[in-house]
């Protein structure tokens, strides 16, 4: 009798995402007694072939597994993912590569909180210092307080993105990891914005906010602050920004207020009678001044109570579909550009400045390994140095 139950090889390959042709593809299986590559891998699957050791390690791999998984009796239950504030009815949650996604990040987060206690860093006071009882509008003050955040510095930036990278540094340097993550490694595995927007890992010694950069590039500050505010609230969880939920409708609540107060909201109300096309106008153009997405702006009219909700759900919508376009025309563009940005650029502007100084710093010291420093920063081992020593942004 096998050692290896089949119902674990189907659970494997299912919570991977994969069907029997891509497993069998992905794992090099080659035709044996006559049987084709998916036929052998479905064989195995109902018990009728036993596999190799070897090709259990081709398993692990493709599956995003350890090796151990597969000797269990039964499937485990699914990764523990926290709280999940995505309250869209219908929608299915679960997906294979946001499970792969979050179980690679929490074991990056433990490898990164042990490494700041061996250096006997301190807890961080504002992680769990918060309940909902606490106004948004407090909890946003709070936020700027902590973060010695600059409105206006935000605001002076020439662009959406180095807004953000401004905000990150600020969120960065009270403890927090921000990372940007949408995929596991290759566009073949991007995870819509739909099925998450943003990801809090709670922690007192190596909180983590992990932001889908599948979305659009306004969208990354809001959803930053939206995060950071569940790690107030000491929250580990998956966000989607559904104004349903109680906890998702207090933290963008929270983060509306921190980048764009209520009274400032108050400039578009002479406009909010015209056309929907005039009003979507100035909509972008109050967006662009304050460095938000016409998304965040919308909502906000929204709770201010200066538009009703059938009037917001358009505008998403609108939005939804002209950001739609964007990537299609920006997917068309990149093809037939040549070249693109370096590897490690791009590698090291997903990480952050936070996560690449101190693995940095770590391996100076001497007190983690290149393969330990390879996990944390999701690189193969020789493409740690490559990547710690490149000079551009992140």
């Known amino acids: 009798m096998s050692a290896i139950q089949p119902k674990i090889l189907t659970w494997a390959r ?28 479905k064989a195995m699957e109902l018990g009728e072939d036993e596999p190799t050791r070897p090709v259990l390690l081709k398993m692990a791999k493709a599956y995003r597994r350890p090796l151990v998984v597969f000797y269990l009796l039964e499937p485990p239950k699914a990764g523990d993912r926290g709280q999940d504030f995505r309250t869209m009815p219908g929608h299915e949650k679960f997906n294979p590569e946001l499970d792969a996604l979050v179980r690679d990040i929490k074991a990056r987060q433990g490898l990164i909180r042990s ?12 992680v769990s210092s918060a309940t909902m009882e606490l106004p948004a509008f407090d909890l946003a003050a709070r936020m700027a307080e902590r973060l010695n955040f600059s409105l206006e510095r935000f605001r002076a930036t020439k662009t959406a993105e180095e807004a953000f990278a401004y905000l990150r540094e600020t969120i960065e340097a009270s403890g927090v990891y921000v990372v ?29 906010i992990v932001i889908n950069d599948q979305d659009a590039r306004t969208a990354w500050s809001f959803t930053a602050l939206h995060e950071l505010a569940h790690l107030w609230l000491g929250q580990t969880g998956i ?15 929270a983060a509306g207020e921190f980048l764009l107060p209520a009274s400032e909201v108050r400039q578009l109300a002479p406009f909010l009678k ?18 938000v997405s016409r998304a965040m702006v919308a909502y906000k009219l929204y709770r201010t109570g200066m538009i009703d909700k059938a009037t917001w759900e358009a505008f998403d ?17 990149n093809k037939q550009a040549e070249g693109g940005p370096n590897y490690y650029v791009i590698r090291r502007h997903r990480l952050g400045h936070a996560l690449i100084g101190l693995v940095r710093r770590s391996l100076d010291e001497g007190t983690i390994t290149y393969t330990k420093a390879s996990r944390v920063l999701g690189v193969k081992p020789r493409s740690v140095e490559p990547l710690l020593s490149m000079r551009g942004p992140s």
């Open 14 to 41: 299912e919570t991977a995402g994969l069907s029997l042709d891509d497993a069998a593809r992905a794992i090099g299986l080659t035709d044996a007694r006559g049987l084709a590559g998916a036929q052998r891998l």
């Open 115 to 126: 490494m700041l206690e061996d250096d006997k860093a301190e807890a961080l006071e504002f």
């Open 180 to 208: 940007l993550l949408g995929n596991l490694g290759s566009h073949h595995t991007n995870i819509p914005v739909e099925v998450f927007r943003g990801f809090a890992l709670s922690d007192s010694i190596a909180p983590w």
């Open 239 to 253: 966000s989607g920004m559904d104004s349903a939920n109680t906890v998702e409708r207090y933290c963008n609540d």
């Open 274 to 291: 015209q056309s929907v096309a005039t009003i979507a106008e100035h909509i972008g153009q109050f967006a662009q001044a304050h460095r």
């Open 317 to 333: 919508q609108r939005s939804k579909n002209e950001y739609l376009q964007i990537k299609e025309r920006e997917k068309a563009k």
